[in-house]
C-alpha cells in the first residue's frame, strides 16, 4: 500500500509529500515530474502537441507504474482522478489524501507559484480563479470518492498539514517491514 496525495494544484501536495516522505523513510514519487520525465517535456508542452487527452494518457500510465511497489508516497496530479480507470487503481493501491483549500487562497497560493505558469497550462482559457472554481465544481466529487482521509491546508503550515496526516495514519499502513 501506498500513501497518495491528491487534491487541485496549489494545495500543497508536493511540499507536504516531501515532507511526509522524510518523516515515514518512504521514497517520494510527484507523478507530474515522473510524466515530464517520461516525456522529455513540460506538462505545457505535452499539452500543445497531444491535447489534455494525450497528457491524460501519459498520466494513467505513470499511475500504473507508480504503483507497481509499495510503501511510496505519491504526490499525484490534480485531474488524475477524472478517469475511472484511475480512481479504481488509486482505491486499489494507496491510502489517498485529498488536500484542500478554498478557490480564493489556490488562487492566491498559484499566483505567488513561478513555475506554475510555464509548467501547467490553463484548462479553461478563464481568469485563475474563474478557472479554479470551475475545474474543482467538476472535480471535488471525485476527489471526496478517492479520499480515505481529508485535509483542509487552508491557514495550516505544511508542517502541520503533514502532523495531521501522521496522526490519522491507520497503523497498519505505516508497520513496515524491516
Known sequence: MNLALIGYRGTG??????????????????????????????????????????????????????????????????????REENRQRIADCCFTVWLTASP?????????????????????????????EEVLARRIPLYRQSANLTVDTEGKSPQEVTQTILDQLPSSLVKKEQ
Open 13 to 82: 501536495k508536493s511540499h507536504v509529500a516531501r515532507l511526509l516522505a522524510g518523516q515515514l523513510k518512504w521514497p517520494l514519487v510527484d507523478a507530474d515530474i515522473h510524466v515530464e520525465k517520461q516525456a522529455g517535456k513540460s506538462i505545457a508542452d505535452i499539452f500543445a502537441e497531444v491535447g489534455e487527452p494525450g497528457f491524460r494518457d501519459l498520466e494513467s500510465q505513470a499511475l500504473i507504474e507508480l504503483t507497481q511497489g509499495s510503501h511510496y508516497v505519491l504526490s499525484l496530479g490534480g485531474g488524475v482522478i477524472l
Open 104 to 132: 480564493e487562497e489556490i488562487a492566491r497560493r498559484l499566483s505567488g507559484d513561478a513555475s506554475t505558469q510555464a509548467r501547467r497550462p490553463s484548462l479553461t482559457g478563464k481568469s485563475t480563479l474563474e478557472e479554479i
